[in-house]
């Protein structure tokens, strides 16, 4: 094995074409320089420099190791400066809605990631009661949840309005026990389907619970259940129901906010931040088929 404190010395030596001047460079003396020298040949099994009055002269053996040595060389500091680096490397824990990281993702958090190559990016998904309470719990930075109340403690990003919705043409809006799709328990919106039900409304049967809008958005086309949908995933293939008409709760209007965790805020989270609030056009608004 090539030590790289011998290496370092051969390329004094080499260098300098002295060992006297190749000591004093690495703060040696001159017969422990010549030991490791030694060492180094015996290492290789090869005499490395040639020495005369003049100084010394690298022989063949010697040019090639010369090359190795300064990549070995480089490749040692290398690492050094990466696990360095590593050590100082800031980690940002962020929480988004499960069914909403495809839109953050496009509208902004790509953006951060090639921008902060420094900055590990830790995101996390959950329904927003979970995020919230993990916050409160220390697992994140910031997070973005959704709630039907105004932010008492958090920043609104704007509102999200839901439609209750079946299929076009279909006839799962149609049974007396209406079968539904809806988000996890802890989603609010789920909370505000059962906290807003009556006994004089229509019963419930929950046929899916899921975190997926595509899931929510397939079960509703195919004329499986109703769902309370998100006003921008409406599709051609479905229709709004009115509430009151079908016998179904009320939906309010949900307000998308940002929260943080004040312990941990930096100069980084604040960019996080203000990229995201930058965006709240696209998340709110802009409608993108493939999600």
Request: proline fraction near 4%; charge should be negative.
């Amino acid at each position: 094995m090539l030590k790289i404190e011998l290496l370092e010395s051969f390329i004094a030596v080499a260098e300098n074409g002295n060992l006297s001047k190749a000591a004093e460079q690495i703060c040696r003396t001159q017969s422990a320089l010549s030991l490791q020298i030694k060492k180094l040949e015996e290492s290789v099994g090869q005499p490395l420099l040639i020495r005369d009055n003049k100084g010394v002269t690298l022989t063949e053996s010697g040019v090639t190791l010369l090359n190795y040595a300064y990549k070995m060389m480089q490749l040692s500091s290398q690492a050094l400066d990466d696990l360095k680096d590593g050590q100082n490397r800031e980690i940002i824990r962020l929480g988004v809605p499960t069914d909403y990281i495809k839109r953050y993702l496009s509208s902004c958090l790509l953006e951060f990631i090639r921008e902060f190559t420094r900055i590990e990016l830790v995101i996390d998904t959950d329904v927003s009661g979970n995020l919230y309470k993990r916050l409160q719990q220390g697992e994140f930075d910031v997070i973005v949840a959704t709630h039907w109340q105004t932010p008492a403690n958090g920043e609104l990003l704007f509102e999200r309005r839901f439609h209750w919705v079946a299929a076009k043409n279909g006839n799962a809006h149609k049974r007396s026990a209406i079968p539904m799709a809806l988000y996890p328990e802890n989603c609010p919106i789920r909370a505000q389907v059962f906290a807003n039900h009556q006994l004089t409304m229509r019963s419930i049967n929950v046929l899916l619970s899921t975190p997926s809008p595509q899931a929510l958005c397939m079960a509703v086309e195919n004329d499986l259940t109703i769902a309370p949908i998100a006003e921008f995933r409406i599709s051609d293939k479905m229709q709004i129901l009115d509430p009151v008409e079908h016998g179904l709760p009320i939906l309010p209007v949900f307000n998308e906010a940002l929260y943080l965790n004040p312990d941990t805020q930096t100069d980084a989270t604040l960019q996080l931040i203000s990229l995201i609030k930058a965006n709240v056009e696209n998340l709110a608004h802009h409608n993108d088929d493939s999600e």
